[in-house]
């Protein structure tokens, strides 16, 4: 069975369209034409030293990072997005695991490239014009983009159902990240979906909100060229102004987390009618607060509104909401539901033993069809535990608890287990406490989302017992291990951890003592006071019977 490479789209745009811009970047526009001849010459390049099939882009947003997604497919390869904010022991790992047949790199991506990295680094190295690593000499194949002149790749390369797109990786449990295999077919499916409601044509211009370790870079990159349209990348200056780029760009198509809601109105930039050349606004990764919504829907009056979900692991997203008034929110929470399953997709609400359960009964979201991942890169035992075969039918357990009402519509409890996200960066706390155990020198550790706003957490707060160490020596330690996103915002220094009935960690706990103000009073040493200690217990016990909000996600 056959399927559709990625890329085709651009390449039959570059054939009626050549001098319309596909990529604007910092004020440098690329056509079709031109985006199409160069991916087209990086996919002749890639298949040239073709062995595992996978392609690294240890870039930024960037019109380089999207040449080289592009060749990739184009290729019929694999492209692996490789963050910015991996700590160099994290890269080395990932670069051993892969085996790459070549990586391209941007000139963010070159400030990365030290001695250590650049021994693990592929022989073939795509690198963006005038850049170099400092302090490196890389001694590598290195192609710059300005010196690829030939078109050697022909058209995009015919591709069957099990052809791997690209592979996200998301943080683990175990400290060894899951790598998420998704599929080319997979990705169709989304994009066909998506294309029927958006009729995304060559008038429109899109904007690239995320980074391309996100998967919802996907959607903005590829919707975009499967459309004809502009896809216009925003900086991360430009990210803190998202109102004027709209403008200033005369963007129609957005997708983002919903925090960019949250900023615009904390800073007074989403005024009604203000973002007046929308049509089209969709909002994933996180909940998203039904206040916000009605306020994007007062500042984008000619926009319809989707609340879109879904994890990594089903491509993208693979439910839909849209949102107009009245609202349908999740009772109780204050968001806006996750609404009903794309078509070529199912979605069940599970009990522990893997059964469906009735409408109205909470349960974990399991997800089936098309558009699941493959599983996770080298873990096959992880895969077949979160892609279980039910009744005949492969399901995706997503770890949500969510919930179905008597309209068929899906809402988002929150999570089952302690994975969080904080600013669409999946993190899970069992990971951040391993890298606290060993910044710390103490095995009584924990992590805790903190504060936790409209379901979503906007940081993390961590706790260490029996350490000799103060906390701003433990949070040097960590800045060297794991990426900004994943760093406590605070350490807490205690001489007793709470426990639960079961002898575990109580995060519910700490989060009470967090709510009501109970920590946070040190001696010279910066450990919780003794008689802070004290009093912990029946403070605890006496804010949790006060405590009305629900319960903490993790």
Request: charged letters at 20%.
């Given at each position: 069975m056959t399927t559709r490479n990625l890329a085709r789209p651009l390449f039959q745009f570059a054939r009626s369209q050549p001098d319309a811009v596909a990529i604007s970047s910092g004020g440098e526009a690329w056509s079709y034409g031109e985006t199409a001849r160069v991916a087209a010459a990086l996919a002749g390049r890639f298949a040239a030293v073709r062995s595992s099939g996978r392609i690294g882009i240890l870039a930024s947003r960037s019109a380089v990072a999207c040449l080289g997604i592009l060749g990739t497919v184009w290729a019929g390869l694999t492209y692996v997005p490789l963050s910015l904010k991996l700590p160099e022991e994290r890269l080395v790992e990932l670069l051993k695991a892969l085996a790459l047949d070549a990586i391209v790199i941007d000139h963010r991506g070159a400030g990365m490239i030290s001695a250590t990295v650049h021994e693990y680094l592929p022989k073939l190295v795509i690198m963006a014009a005038n850049v170099k690593p400092s302090g490196v000499s890389l001694g590598k194949d290195i192609v710059y983009l300005t010196d690829i002149k030939e078109i050697v790749g022909g058209e995009p390369a015919p591709i069957d159902s099990d052809n791997i797109a690209y592979i996200e990786f998301t943080s683990g449990t175990t400290g060894k990240p899951k790598g998420v295999m998704v599929p080319a077919i997979a990705v169709n499916n989304y994009l066909q979906v998506m294309q029927e409601w958006s009729g995304m044509s060559p008038t429109d211009r899109a904007a690239e909100t995320c980074d391309i370790t996100f998967d919802l870079s996907v959607h903005n990159m590829f919707l975009t060229w499967h459309g004809g349209a502009s896809l216009h990348i925003m900086s991360a200056i430009q990210m803190l102004q998202p109102a004027r780029f709209i403008r200033d760009h005369g963007i129609t198509c957005w997708l983002s987390v919903p925090s960019i809601i949250g900023l615009m109105r904390k800073t007074n930039m989403l005024k009604p009618a203000s973002l007046a050349s929308l049509r089209i606004s969709m909002f994933c990764g996180e909940p998203l607060p039904s206040g916000a919504a009605q306020a994007w829907l007062e500042a984008a009056p000619n926009s319809r509104?989707?609340?879109?979900?879904?994890?990594?692991?089903?491509?993208?997203?693979?439910?839909?909401?849209?949102?107009?008034?009245?609202?349908?929110?999740?009772?109780?929470?204050?968001?806006?539901?996750?609404?009903?399953?794309?078509?070529?997709?199912?979605?069940?609400?599970?009990?522990?033993?893997?059964?469906?359960?009735?409408?109205?009964?909470?349960?974990?979201?399991?997800?089936?069809?098309?558009?699941?991942?493959?599983?996770?890169?080298?873990?096959?035992?992880?895969?077949?535990?979160?892609?279980?075969?039910?009744?005949?039918?492969?399901?995706?357990?997503?770890?949500?608890?969510?919930?179905?009402?008597?309209?068929?519509?899906?809402?988002?409890?929150?999570?089952?287990?302690?994975?969080?996200?904080?600013?669409?960066?999946?993190?899970?706390?069992?990971?951040?406490?391993?890298?606290?155990?060993?910044?710390?020198?103490?095995?009584?550790?924990?992590?805790?989302?903190?504060?936790?706003?409209?379901?979503?957490?906007?940081?993390?707060?961590?706790?260490?017992?029996n350490t000799k160490l103060r906390p701003e020596q433990i949070q040097a330690s960590l800045a060297e291990k794991v990426a900004s996103y994943m760093m406590p915002s605070d350490l807490h220094l205690m001489d007793a951890l709470p426990l639960n009935g079961n002898g575990k960690v109580d995060r519910a706990a700490l989060g009470i003592l967090l709510s009501h103000g109970l920590v946070g009073v040190r001696d010279g040493t910066g450990r919780q006071s003794a008689l802070e200690q004290m009093t912990v217990a029946p403070l605890v016990h006496r804010a949790a019977h006060l405590d009305k909000t629900p319960a903490l996600q993790g």
């Open positions: 509104v989707d609340n879109i979900y879904g994890p990594t692991e089903a491509t993208i997203a693979c439910l839909r909401q849209v949102v107009e008034t009245p609202i349908a929110v999740t009772a109780g929470r204050g968001i806006v539901a996750i609404g009903c399953a794309f078509p070529g997709m199912s979605v069940a609400v599970f009990d522990q033993h893997n059964q469906k359960v009735k409408v109205g009964v909470p349960g974990e979201i399991a997800l089936c069809g098309i558009q699941l991942a493959r599983g996770y890169f080298g873990q096959p035992e992880l895969t077949r535990e979160r892609f279980p075969v039910i009744d005949g039918e492969r399901w995706y357990l997503t770890g949500d608890l969510g919930v179905e009402d008597e309209n068929g519509i899906f809402h988002h409890l929150g999570r089952l287990d302690n994975q969080i996200k904080i600013m669409g960066n999946r993190v899970e706390l069992e990971e951040v406490e391993m890298h606290l155990r060993a910044a710390s020198g103490s095995d009584e550790v924990a992590a805790v989302a903190w504060p936790i706003e409209h379901g979503s957490a906007t940081g993390i707060v961590g706790f260490v017992v």
